[in-house]
């Protein structure tokens, strides 16, 4: 009972609290009505703990061979078993983190900034803005996408940043949609014209007025598009392209254990197939969970 | 009229929106777009501290015309000039830096939609003044909070956003935002539209009472007659981007000229005196695209319409002290009034 009290004349006392700490409040009631949402987003600090720690977590080099203990099976030593050269899988697959989460990172950031700019330019100006940008999504769109990001490599080289620009182009077409999408039907909004009578330029009226509402259903968009540009760029790498051999990459350690399976040495390409299925997934539930945390209606 | 006084001066104020963007083929061969009249050749003045009520069905262009005026939207032709000057000449995308911004404010229909869902009431009254008088700090905060007073607005709801207010408080938020600058013309589009019926009596006081202690200039769309007659001096009545009618509120009620006007007082319930039956008007409007300028817009739901009305259409004629109205029907100026 007195636990109650105290609780209220807490909520009381914060009526004006500092922005942080409402936010902090807001996000522990999000994830504390959705524990899907609050597992997705554990996973997701695992995911980051590996990418920045990963190589001082790892229990093994990842590059250090030994011929003696090639294709062992999980054990407690080798948790995820050892490859035909005998290196230790977990160690791999943990270290692979930071690479394919960065490759994905930046492609999304950069297909962000390029497509949400580009759509927004589109949505609120329309006109012929409108149709060159759009012309140049649909061009995008017309190639089968996977095809499209092999070529690209092909033809700029077989390099990361390559993989990067790549997999950034081919998702551009999303953002530009859906960003031009939700500021088309909010460019005539009421507010929007309360913000040119309170004396906002053009661009400021789509910067500052505009956006900041098109970022949940924006966001939801990013996490999807987190999972496929993730399987993207180890997809990239599966083929042979971009990362080299000995760096461990998701994909090329799918690739790798590919031969094994058949020969029995499932855990070779098993491990880091399925991590690497639990990064999209992760990816995909975050999505939803991001919209709530974002959305001020939300907000209590 | 007031000519010494007048704030706000309208003149021969078209917007006509294109249907559709023409393709090459129609060009090359010479083809109009389609062209909607949306205010098609609108003229009045209003006065320093005098409040204009607009009033027409839904459609004929009310909001269009409020749009030109308050600068959000270049007409196709005419002047609006605001203290002398010819606000049309800029364009609407670059309003926003004129001097003239300040002083022409609005209070909009909806007040759920016009105020941003990711701002607070604070936010949304600030930022006009942050803006438009370059206000920070205290200063800023004083301002807000004056505001908030004079439409009386809770300081504790300040903090909140709009989703957590009820419509008639985020009606007064709207109009704190609206006044915050002290705008000298104050342009209401249908501000009680949205709202429930016993708000809108609170709001509407609240207006009447804003009116008089700040001394601005009201430009009052509505399409409720009583609440025009409540707050305006001067009443027009618009149809199908027309004036059609003008005149002081309390002549315009009690003598309408205009077949319009006498159909659209007909239809208040209770009418008092008149003892006119209700005037019903059939049909539906002519299409505003591309309509006929040699024939009166009315004709065909008036019901005095007569073959003249086919071949002519009706200006606006003085038939009282200030009232005016575009009637062919009507005695001719000087004659026996
Ligand atoms: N941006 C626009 N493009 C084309 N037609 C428009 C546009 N805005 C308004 N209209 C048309 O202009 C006419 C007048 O509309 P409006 O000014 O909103 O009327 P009201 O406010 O009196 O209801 C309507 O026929 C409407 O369809
Ligand atoms: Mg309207």
Redesign the interface.
Known sequence: MDNRVATLDATSDASRPSALAAALRHARYVLGENPVTAAAFALFGAFLIAAVAGPWLAPFDPLATDAARALQPPSSTHWFGTDQLGRDIFSRVLVATSLDFGMAFAAVALSFGLGCGLGALAGYYGGWTDRLVSRLSDTIMAFPLFVLAMAIVAALGNSVANIIYATAIINLPFYIRVARAEVNVRRNAGYVEAARLAGNGELRVLACHIFPNILPPVMVQISLNMGWAILNAAGLSFIGLGVRPPQPEWGIMVAEGGSYMISGEWWVSFFPGAVLMLAVFCFNLLGDGLRDLIDPRRRT | MTASSTLLAVEGVRKLFPLGRGGVLDRLRGRRVPLLHAVDGVDFRIGAGESVGLVGESGCGKSTLV?LI?R?LDPTEGAIRFDGEDLARIPA?????APQ??G???V???PT???????TSRD?IA??LR??AGLSGRALAERVEEAAAQVQLPE?LL?R?P?QLSGGQKARV?IA??IALRPRLLVLDEPTAALDVSVQAVILHLLADLKTRLGMSYLFVSHDLDVVRLLCDRVLVMYLGRIVEEGPAGELFALPRHPYTRALLSAIPGQAGAGAQRIRLEGDPVSPVDPDPKRCRFLGRCPEGEAACASASPVLLECGPGHRAACLRLPPPGGAG
């Open positions: 749009r308050t959000t995308r670059q309003f926003a830096s911004r300040p022409i404010q609005m909009f229909q909806d939609d016009s105020l941003n869902p990711r701002h949304a930022e006009p803006r438009l504790a903090g956003y989703h709207g935002r609206a």
